[in-house]
């Protein structure tokens, strides 16, 4: 029978010269191998003797099931552990063979859960947090009774699964773009501290790609940048928000997937890089990660032959895993793999092989496999004949053990409604993610001064552009937005919204939409040669309105489009970034964010016309 959930607990408080993408890729062989053999002096994951004496003997309670069932991460359906609407009762009956969050537990012995807005996890601070409890509460009644490490994706910027009310903040390459340590750090340490109020304790991020490829369709703006000493002290200073907030860090993906074609969801991309290339490319943020005494590592759904010529993936690599990440690079933490159900992963093996060949190259979670019934009888057959011994399966055990015990899980596995009350999405810390964004927002073009505008003279102002889907499911559209922060300063905004592929029609009536405005905004999108956002941008131009263009995503738009009197880059459309590029737009806050990465020529990539580093000030 699975038990209930428990109400929230009673309160408690808990205290809680930049080098290009050329150089870069022709590094000499000398230079790589010093850096990969180089010693690291990597952050011990060591426990105190008596907590390590402790994990031992659960370890040595648990039967063999119990311990392949610590291996596993898995999605459940559902806003409760044990009461889940019918239509998610039905969605786990058929993915899982379970009806709730509860029966999962009690089936497979599980050792985490992953929250997904799309499963139904996260639909307010209060019933994330219930959920959670009732989570542990499944947990804590089993036989061995194990804390569940409970985690999700909250990168924050376009990818977000927790949303409003909880604090909303700007994502990597905001971050890069603001260039302060201090300030990635305190962003962090804000979400980590409120993942923890919500129960969930590890977050799959900080990204640590190094994005060098404009077109990479995956990573883009999750990265801190294209310049990886930039992107190592970033990558740290999030890992030590994170983890001084109760939440264990996740540096991904490792080797890396910042110069990517192929998005690994749909494919198994190819990484070309010389071994002396991924050395002083791709790997010095794990590097700084390991260094910084990152809790988990993540794993990439990729093929780099430099360093497997067997071109497995990166996730089924004993070569890449344990000689590369574990023996060369000194990591002895928590390895999770990345989705399983992911087609990179599944592109050259069955999903009965693909856990036991994970296992087998030194991974220690196994993340969301399509079919968990599958995974799991497949690990333990492995077991059963002898393809993996029962001590390998203990020592990813341990290792996971170990993290639950250093974020404090065996103490305290709840979260009270004081702690969501008290720290969750509080004025303290949007004001904060206010402030942060702002020193984010990046000026690109300012044509003869054009910006920062005044209600006064340029007061009426049409707004149109893209409309992506919030990140969060809770912010935007962004051309409301935006018009809605230019009310708030005293403009007269019309809102027109667009669309990605805005249609011959939708195109006249924003040039109709024109006359009489004085100034036009338009959000841009992930620009493409075709793109007929383009053919939107130059026919307002061609109204002699002014146009100021604000990228939302990529900041590579500003290549494919002319004629606009100013541009900003905003790195993402959630709320809290567009508020910041308005205040900028209006003069409210000086742009202060610098480019990350290079934006070269639409039609010479050989020719940068905005370098890292490039951002206009206001007088």
């Not at 993942?195 to 304790?201: F, Q, S, T």
């Not at 592109?347 to 296992?359: N, S, W």
């Amino acid at each position: 029978m699975p038990h209930p959930a428990p109400a929230l607990p009673t309160p408690t408080r808990r205290t809680s010269p930049v080098p290009t993408r050329r150089t870069l890729l022709t590094v000499t062989a000398a230079a790589a191998a010093a850096a990969v053999t180089g010693a690291v002096a990597p952050a011990a994951h060591a426990t105190d003797a008596r907590t390590e004496e402790r994990l031992r003997r659960i370890v040595g309670r648990m039967s063999l099931e119990e311990k392949v069932g610590q291996l596993f991460v898995s999605r459940v359906y559902g806003h409760s552990a044990t009461a889940p609407d019918q239509a998610d009762v039905d969605a786990n009956l058929r993915e899982l063979g379970v009806r709730t969050a509860a029966e999962l537990l009690a089936r497979y012995h599980l050792g985490g859960i992953i929250y997904f807005a799309w499963a139904h996890n996260t639909r307010d601070p209060h019933q994330i947090a219930e959920l959670s409890n009732g989570i542990q509460a499944a947990a804590l009644a089993a036989g061995t009774p194990v804390p569940v490490l409970i985690s999700t994706d909250q990168e924050h910027g376009i990818v977000c699964r927790v949303g409003e009310p909880a604090t909303l903040l700007p994502g990597a390459m905001a971050l890069g773009a603001g260039g302060s340590p201090a300030d990635t750090r305190k962003a962090a340490r804000i979400a980590g501290a409120e993942l923890a109020a919500l129960g969930i304790r590890q977050n799959y991020a900080p990204v640590a790609d190094v994005n060098v490829n404009p077109a990479n369709p995956v990573i883009g703006v999750r990265s801190l940048g294209s310049d990886p000493g930039a992107v190592s002290g970033l990558v740290a200073a999030q890992i030590r928000g994170y983890q001084a907030a109760g939440v264990a860090a996740t540096a991904k993906h490792f080797p890396g997937h910042g110069d990517t074609a192929v998005d690994s969801h749909y494919g198994l991309p190819v990484i070309t890089h010389t071994r002396a290339q991924w050395a002083e490319l791709d790997a010095p943020p794990f590097r700084a990660a390991i260094a910084a005494g990152i809790d988990a590592i993540m794993t990439a759904h990729l093929v780099v032959p430099a360093l497997d010529p067997s071109e497995d993936p990166a996730t089924l690599s004993y070569p890449i895993l344990t000689g590369v990440l574990r023996e060369q690079l000194g990591y002895d933490g928590v390895v999770v793999t990345d989705a399983l159900d992911m087609q990179g992963v599944r592109t050259k093996y069955g999903d009965d092989r693909v856990p036991v060949l994970a296992l087998k190259a030194g991974v220690d979670q196994l993340l969301n496999p399509p079919k968990l019934d599958v995974a799991w009888n497949a690990v333990l057959k492995a077991v059963r004949d002898g393809e993996l011994t029962e001590q390998r399966i203990e020592e990813s055990v341990l290792r996971i053990l170990r993290l639950k015990a250093r974020r404090g899980l065996f103490a305290d596995p709840y979260t009270t409604r004081a702690d969501v009350d008290a720290t969750v999405g509080t004025a303290r810390h949007l004001a904060e993610a206010d402030r942060i964004a702002e020193r984010t927002t990046t000026l690109l073009v300012n044509e003869d001064g054009f910006l920062p505008l005044s209600p006064a003279s340029h007061g009426k102002v049409l707004v149109v552009g893209a409309d992506p889907a919030s990140p969060s499911g809770t912010t935007g559209p962004p051309t409301t937005t935006l018009g809605g922060a230019l009310r708030e300063l005293g403009f007269t905004p019309t809102v027109l919204s667009t669309g990605i592929t805005p249609t011959a029609a939708r195109i006249e009536e924003a040039v109709a939409a024109a006359a009489g405005q004085d100034v036009i905004v338009v959000g841009t999108y992930n620009l493409s040669a075709t793109s007929p956002q383009r053919t939107l941008v130059a026919r307002l131009v061609a109204t002699g309105v002014p146009v100021v263009t604000v990228a939302i995503r990529n900041p590579y738009d500003v290549a494919r489009i002319s004629g606009q009197r100013a541009t900003l880059a905003a790195y993402a459309w959630t709320d809290v970034e567009l508020r910041a590029a308005v205040r900028v737009l209006a003069g409210r806050a000086k742009p202060r964010g610098r480019l990350p990465v290079p934006v070269r020529s639409a039609e010479d990539p050989a020719v940068t016309l905005y370098p890292v580093g490039f951002g206009l000030s206001y007088a």
